[in-house]
């Protein structure tokens, strides 16, 4: 039973405009999101997060929304660069539980250039 | 860059066959983790550790044990490797049990279970 869901297995973009990577959560109690991304042959390296008591935070060319009714996040870049072509993560946790996060199965974002 | 490093990077074994996997930190933090990434199954967590003798099962800890006697250093075990867990082993760490905190992750490991 998956609690933290990407349902994009991958996403082609090109150069300069929009990438949009979206996940989804089941579990109410999850409190704190976060974005890993992964290139191949390295481990995944955090990207940005977001506490529930936000709706966005913006760090450069990313930003991630939070909408909290309908238990959905979203990251945002723009613009797209090659270079942000990779595997990302969208990871959950909560304040009141487990300290370790859930994490959805990626989304492989192809930024054409 | 936190400074974990795994070892061995890559390993081809036989099923049956016992394999250690090796991570080490210098960053002094509390909190060790590791997880195996499949296709199509994201990163799962395997064992992870909370302090020196302290370690607890992951949603896939079958087939592993660990063992974590100094700060710096979290093993995992496979007792006898099958080709099921061929798959590519994260080591990582965090310094806090909070959820304000990232993790951070190794280069990886990529065992081949023939």
């Known amino acids: 039973d998956q609690q933290v869901k990407q349902n994009s297995p991958s996403l082609s973009v090109q150069e300069g405009r929009i990438s949009i990577l979206n996940c989804d959560y089941t579990?109410?109690?999850?409190?704190?999101f976060l974005w890993y991304k992964k290139y191949p042959a390295e481990g995944p390296t955090f990207l940005i997060s977001?506490?529930?008591?936000?709706d966005k935070n913006e760090d450069g060319r990313f930003t991630v929304f939070l909408n909290k009714s309908a238990k959905h996040l979203s990251l945002h870049i723009v613009p797209s660069q090659p270079g942000d072509s990779a595997v990302y993560f969208c990871?959950?946790?909560?304040?009141?539980?487990?300290?370790?996060?859930?994490f959805g199965r990626g989304t492989s974002l192809i930024v054409h250039p | 860059d936190a400074g974990i490093t795994q070892s061995p990077r890559h390993k081809v074994t036989e099923t049956g066959t016992p394999v250690t996997l090796r991570c080490h930190q210098t960053e002094n933090h509390r909190y060790m983790y590791w997880y195996r990434q499949d296709p199509g199954h994201g990163l799962r967590l395997i064992h992870y550790s909370y302090g020196v003798k302290d370690t607890d099962k992951g949603e896939v800890s079958d087939g592993y044990s660990v063992s974590r006697s100094k700060t710096e250093d979290f093993l995992l075990t496979l007792e006898s490797a099958t080709s099921s867990q061929t798959s590519v082993y994260f080591c990582?760490?965090?310094?806090?049990?909070?959820?304000?905190?990232?993790?951070?992750f190794g280069p990886g490991t990529r065992l081949t279970v023939l």
């Open positions: 579990n109410s109690m999850f409190d704190y």
């Open positions: 977001i506490s529930s008591i936000k």
């Open positions: 990871a959950a946790k909560s304040s009141g539980g487990s300290y370790i996060p859930t």
């Open positions: 990582a760490i965090s310094d806090k049990g909070g959820s304000y905190n990232e993790q951070f």
